[in-house]
């Protein structure tokens, strides 16, 4: 599409060339025109460039050599799935944001039992007879009882364990804060998506709308030029229009396409949306 706006340009240049000559036109405007081919020119550039490196980084992805020659559509695909009116909370856990969060808000809950545990003094039995032989009143009344450093020793490091305790719950609080931010993060995120596609939606149809009044007004002016009513450089300005628009439009599909890309990530890759 840019190739026929650079050649559009470079006719109305030519003729603008030839105004010059006869005093129907500007020099200033045939510079101008030619101003405007050098930008088209650049955007051809660019958008080669692009072409080159998004078939470099699909070989990439289906394990061949990035040489930039493997064969692309045509066209951009067409997403004919409508969006649920509904999307359940629950497709979120699939996010790996979420899912790094409540493994954290496990691993912490786990440790804290863990610190718990640790208070106590872990006996075990014996083929001699086991601990029964441990008087529990002499326990209780004396917590230095030294019944070997096993038993003595969580005892008497039972400040410590504490602190720590007192720690795992800070860590515990932490991690339940960064899985409620991670989900409302998410919802942020799937809220933008969907109001993105809902406005390129519209606009689409603005765009569609404006494309049929071009689409038109260039036939018209066709007609007029057939006839003798109107001049060719007329037409070719009317022939940029409908070519810019029509350039926005398919901007706009590729737009909402990544949009839909994006929708599907925030909300962790549900199939609804596949």
Do not use: H
Not at 207 to 219: D, F, K, N
Not at 228 to 246: A, I, V
């Amino acid at each position: 599409m840019i190739t026929e706006m650079i050649g559009a340009m470079e006719q109305m240049q030519e003729i603008n060339a030839f105004r010059v000559q006869v005093g129907a036109a500007k020099e200033s405007d045939v510079v101008q025109l030619q101003a405007q081919v050098v930008k088209y020119e650049e955007n051809l550039l660019i958008l080669q460039y692009s072409e080159k490196d998004v078939k470099r980084s699909i070989e990439l992805l289906v394990g061949r050599y990035p040489q930039g020659v493997i064969e692309l559509a045509s066209a951009l695909p067409e997403v004919e799935e409508a969006i649920p009116s509904e999307i359940p909370l629950s497709y979120l856990v699939n996010r790996p944001d979420i899912m790094v969060s409540q493994y954290a808000v496990e691993k912490a809950f786990y440790e804290l039992e863990m610190t718990k545990a640790s208070r106590w003094p872990s006996l075990s039995l014996s083929s001699n007879g086991g601990w029964g032989n441990i008087p529990v009143l002499n326990l209780i009344k004396t917590p230095l009882f030294t019944v070997g450093g096993g038993l003595v020793s969580p005892i008497f490091t039972w400040g410590a364990i504490k602190s720590n305790i007192e720690i795992q719950n800070q860590f515990q609080q932490q991690a339940v804060t960064l899985y409620a931010k991670s989900y409302l993060t998410a919802l942020d995120e799937v809220e933008g998506n969907l109001l993105a596609l809902k406005t390129v939606d519209q606009r689409i149809e603005k765009s569609e709308e404006a494309l049929s009044y071009l689409g038109r007004t260039y036939e018209l002016s066709q007609v007029q030029f057939r006839v003798g009513n109107e001049n060719m450089f007329t037409l070719l300005q009317k022939q940029m229009q409908l070519l810019n628009e029509q350039t926005n439009r398919l901007n706009l599909d590729c737009e909402r396409l990544v949009n839909r890309i994006n929708l599907y990530q925030s909300i962790g890759g549900a199939a609804v949306l596949s």
